[in-house]
């Protein structure tokens, strides 16, 4: 998830910093790593995140599931640390985070060079997104050429919303071929409704998800895109002055690739992670 653009909906009043400080880090394999990381909740590691987005992040039986929850809870426990989750609409994850509502932004955040301005990251993640369409119809979209002159329905936020604006602006209008018109919607799940009610053309949405969306949907959608559309780097947000607790995160990150349960965890959902071309990719540097 995605966006170089935020709603600037008025947010509920900050909360103040608790003052709690936590000795140390425990790696799973070595000595402990001693680090003072402050939270906004003493001895608990409060983690912002849309629960409306699988399979990264969603409610199941009542309590966080996907792989954001899974990820999280894993730091959490390396760093000793009660994880708590706040559900959170994407567009205002960052703002909240910001605000010292939550220490931790993880929701499929797309790592973007204008949101790291704003914040710092833990990258973990590598994913693009895809197309999707109603299986009923004859409009087959293989890339974002495609969308001239059509409707496409999308989270709000989304960080290829301005990048369709400028393939809109520079390819589809001087051909005059009708420009890109799109549909923001709150979550996913709404973009996905717009979709089946045919208030929009396509859907354009996260690989993963999209998968998954497919695979729930009895055979109603299928994505027409032929390869990922802008690949990007995913990571946890993190404040911009939580240097402390960044470095506690790279070493739990650390310290579970090296136990074996970063990999394990990416296997089961059948992720992967990026590496350091990418990441300085995707910052823009």
């Known amino acids: 998830m995605h966006a170089s653009t935020f709603c600037l909906r008025a947010l509920v009043p900050p909360f103040r910093r608790a003052a709690a400080i936590l000795a140390a880090v425990v790696l799973g394999t070595g000595p402990a790593m001693a680090a003072a990381v402050t939270t906004v909740q003493p001895g608990k590691l409060t983690v912002g995140s849309d629960l409306t987005y699988p399979p990264y992040a969603y409610m199941q039986d ?14 959490a426990r390396q760093m000793s640390l009660q994880p708590v989750f706040l559900d959170t609409r994407f567009p205002d994850l960052i703002l909240g985070m910001r ?6 932004v ?9 949101r790291h301005k704003l914040i710092n990251y833990v ?33 709000k936020g989304a960080s290829w919303t301005p990048k369709l604006a400028k393939v809109s602006a520079e390819h589809c209008v001087p051909g005059k071929r009708g420009a890109i018109q799109v549909r923001e919607y709150p979550t996913s799940p709404e973009a996905l409704m717009a979709l089946k009610s045919k208030a929009v053309d396509v859907m354009m949405e996260d690989a993963a998800v999209s998968h998954e969306l497919v695979q729930q949907s009895a055979g109603s959608i299928k994505v027409t895109s032929t390869k990922l559309i802008y690949p990007i780097v995913i990571g946890l947000g993190v404040n ?15 310290a579970t690739t090296d136990n074996g349960e970063y990999p ?13 071309a990418d990441v300085q990719s995707a910052l823009g540097q």
């Open 240 to 254: 911009k002055d939580d240097t402390a607790l960044l470095d506690a995160l790279n070493a739990a990150l650390k």
């Open 123 to 155: 990258p973990y993640l590598t994913t693009g997104s895809s197309l999707l369409v109603l299986t009923s119809g004859t409009y087959a979209p293989a890339d974002v050429d495609a969308l001239c002159g059509k409707r496409i329905g999308t989270i």
């Open 106 to 114: 993880a929701s499929a955040l797309y790592v973007t060079p204008e």
């Open 264 to 276: 394990a965890l990416l296997k089961k959902y059948g992720l992967d992670k990026p590496d350091a």
């Open 62 to 75: 009542g309590k966080p599931a996907g792989f954001d929850a899974d990820f999280s809870r894993m730091l």
């Open 99 to 104: 605000a010292h509502r939550f220490d931790i």
